[in-house]
């Protein structure tokens, strides 16, 4: 049996904040009190003057995720040690439902690849392209025996990932009815397209025009659309990486309705604004993202609504893709879309900075409190995807995943210093205050200071509960 303390850490959850000792046993918290005992086999770990939060969960990931010709940069290996040494212990990553791959399928295939690469906890939503009655019973047989309680659905992309509503509204209500909740990526893609074939006739191949071409006020048209449609299916829904005013004001008005509609938002939204879209440099593939970057307004409205709880999480996005082609040996990487904006695979890298950027930019700009922080990176992702009280929390019984940060401990982000394999960050070069010391999954050291204990394949599946019941 192997044991642990630690001792006399700063315990802060997303309702509590008290200082006492936490005893682990075999991965799970055993108790948690003031001078706790305990025998002379029990390995000690001061946390004095350190918090002590419960790890990370990051319920929007890609690793080793595959786009058209475009795979991300990381690997499970690399991504889930990036994300520890970001306070990040579990992910929700994505299966993905090819055209001729069943959904069952496509969840085996990402359990063998994070049962080979993964260095911390995980699960799978999937992503789902085709409706079918093959389709719509493997769903409900993975909600009920393989642990993945939701499936995420595009409104964009037609001709590749986008359904119509008819397939969305068939998903939800049977989703609905089994425990199961429907994420959506709310953009009108054919719009969009017709938008993007627009810009390139007119000869505007600059990564500028990507953002150009996915205007706010369709994202916001989706988003009405998918409330209708959840509504109408009695279903819970989830909308991804929420970016516009537009999208948030229909969210806001169905949750005051008592619809459950649940969204989440993302660091890059939080912290970047649509301004650095000025020029026609290709050096802006760094900013392509979908959504892009919105108003300075949309920014102030997002922190706004993770206050007052009418988005629930902050998730990373983190679909890294390189600056640089070749970088470790990849390829179709943001240079793919060289000539032409609409080629240039979406996505960037954040599972690292997402909570010291939150704590920075949010706590300590006293835009959302401590317990906030933790409820928005930690609890409330755990509770509505069916993690929670395993993970999610700190609390006797739960998962020993534990984060112990230096909450005045300043550093500045660089790619140079992060753990993935990407060659950027939005934040380079930024200051941030709150630094992460340790981190702990279920009981074992993964990350101590600079130093990484971890290993691929020591990351474990985690089958979900219900999704959407909270
Ligand atoms: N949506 C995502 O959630 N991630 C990457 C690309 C996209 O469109
Ligand atoms: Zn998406
Ligand atoms: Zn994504």
Redesign the pocket.
């Known amino acids: 049996m192997s044991r642990k303390i630690i001792r006399n850490g700063r315990i802060v959850t997303a309702i509590d904040d008290y200082v006492a000792d936490i005893l682990v046993e075999d991965g799970q918290i055993q108790a948690i009190g003031r001078k706790l005992a305990c025998g002379s086999d029990t390995e000690s770990i001061d946390a004095t003057g350190l918090m002590v939060l419960p790890g990370g969960v990051d319920c929007?990931t890609?690793m080793d995720n595959t786009?058209g010709d475009s795979t991300t940069c990381d690997s499970f290996e690399s991504g889930t040690r990036s994300a520890a040494f970001g306070g990040t212990t579990t992910i929700v990553d994505f299966a993905f439902q090819r055209q001729g791959v069943s959904v069952l399928e496509a969840i085996e295939r990402a359990q063998a690849k994070g049962r080979e690469g993964a260095c911390i906890d995980y699960g799978f939503h999937v992503i789902v392209t085709s409706v079918n009655q093959q389709t719509l019973a493997d769903m409900q047989h993975a909600i009920r025996h393989e642990g993945v309680s939701s499936f995420k659905m595009f409104m964009?992309y037609p001709g590749s990932v986008m359904v119509d509503d008819a397939a969305i509204f068939q998903a939800m209500r049977m989703v609905g009815q089994h425990g199961g909740m429907i994420a959506l990526?709310a953009e009108n893609g054919t719009i969009i397209e017709l938008l993007i074939q627009e810009a390139l006739a007119q000869g505007h191949t600059a990564p500028k025009y990507h953002a150009l071409t996915r205007p706010a006020i369709m994202e916001g048209e989706a988003t009405h659309r998918g409330i209708k449609l959840a509504e109408l299916a009695q279903a819970p829904v989830y909308f991804?990486?929420l970016s516009a005013k537009e999208a948030l004001k229909h969210v806001v008005e169905a949750r005051d309705m008592g619809v459950p509609v649940f969204a989440e938002t993302c660091p890059h939204y939080l912290f970047f604004d649509e301004s650095v879209y000025d020029s026609e440099d290709f050096d802006l593939a760094r900013y392509v993202?979908?959504p892009p970057l919105r108003s300075k307004e949309a920014q102030n409205a997002l922190w706004t609504a993770l206050r007052t709880d009418d988005l629930q999480l902050v998730s990373t996005?983190h679909?890294p893709f390189c600056m640089k082609e070749g970088h470790l040996g990849r390829v179709n990487q943001k240079p793919y879309g060289r000539n032409d904006f609409s080629r240039i695979p979406?996505?960037i890298p954040g599972v690292e900075t997402r909570l010291t950027t939150i704590h920075d930019g949010g706590v300590r700009a006293g835009r959302i409190s401590l317990n906030r922080m933790v409820e928005l990176t930690a609890t409330a992702p755990a509770k509505l995807f069916g993690l929670y009280p395993r993970k999610g929390t700190i609390a006797v019984g739960s998962d020993a995943d534990l984060v112990l940060f230096d909450a005045g401990q300043s550093h500045v982000i660089s790619a140079a210093t992060q753990h993935g394999n990407c060659d950027f960050t939005l934040f380079e070069g930024r200051e941030v205050t709150g630094t992460v010391r340790k981190v702990f999954l279920r009981g074992e050291l993964l990350v101590d200071g600079e130093q990484w204990l971890g290993r691929a394949g020591a990351g474990q599946y985690v089958a979900r509960g219900e999704s959407g019941g909270w």
Do not use: E, R
Request: aromatic share 8%; with cysteine; charged share 10%.
């Open positions: 929007h890609h786009f964009a990526h991804v990486h993202m979908s996005d679909c979406n996505g």
